[in-house]
């Protein structure tokens, strides 16, 4: 029968000879399934692909043999804790820039005066003559210092006010 098959898919057979063939894989199947293999044989000798995998027959052949996985119940979070938690945040972020404003010696220094020399005996205490070509000097310098232009009279005020002592 093998023979039979062999030469039907090689063209070989005489026209009453392949009739009888197919009759006989009509009613035969393990003929049918000789056939099926030979095709397989001939189709991997010539290279081609194989157009006929079922493939979602498959798939749904292998997942049905997978055991069921059940998820655990998703647990439900308590509704208070969420804003209880930003409440907390935000009470904690409020209490660190309050901390790093209000905590000692967060404060720029005070500028310091220069140290007076300690009169001693016979030293005679200096005062300083303030001129007013001196003022303008003074102004003009703070006006061009690398430390900013003068903003407003902010920086007039500061040389202004040195007059008094």
């Known amino acids: 029968m093998k023979t039979r098959i062999s030469a039907l898919m090689d063209g070989e057979l005489e026209a009453h000879e392949i009739a009888d063939t197919f009759t ?8 049918r399934n000789q056939w099926c ?8 000798l010539r290279d081609e ?3 006929s995998i079922d493939v979602a027959a498959r798939v749904m052949a292998a997942l049905e043999l997978e055991p069921t ?9 308590d509704t208070w804790r969420r804003p209880l938690m930003a409440l907390a945040a935000s009470a904690a972020g409020v209490a660190v820039v309050a901390w790093l404003a209000l905590a000692p010696g967060s404060e720029l220094a005070p500028a310091r005066e220069p ?8 030293a005679v205490a200096v005062r300083a003559q303030s001129t007013p070509r ?9 006006a061009y210092a690398p ?3 003068m903003i407003g009279g902010a920086r007039n005020i500061r ?6 002592r």
């Open 24 to 31: 006989e894989l009509r009613r035969s199947e393990e003929m």
């Open 37 to 44: 293999d030979c095709q397989l044989i001939g189709a991997a």
């Open 49 to 51: 692909p194989d157009l």
């Open 69 to 77: 996985v059940i998820a655990p119940a998703h647990r439900r979070t």
């Open 115 to 122: 140290a007076l020399a300690s009169a001693k005996q016979g």
């Open 134 to 142: 001196l003022q303008e000097y003074l102004v003009a310098h703070q």
């Open 147 to 149: 430390g900013g232009a």
């Open 159 to 164: 040389t202004v006010s040195g007059e008094g």
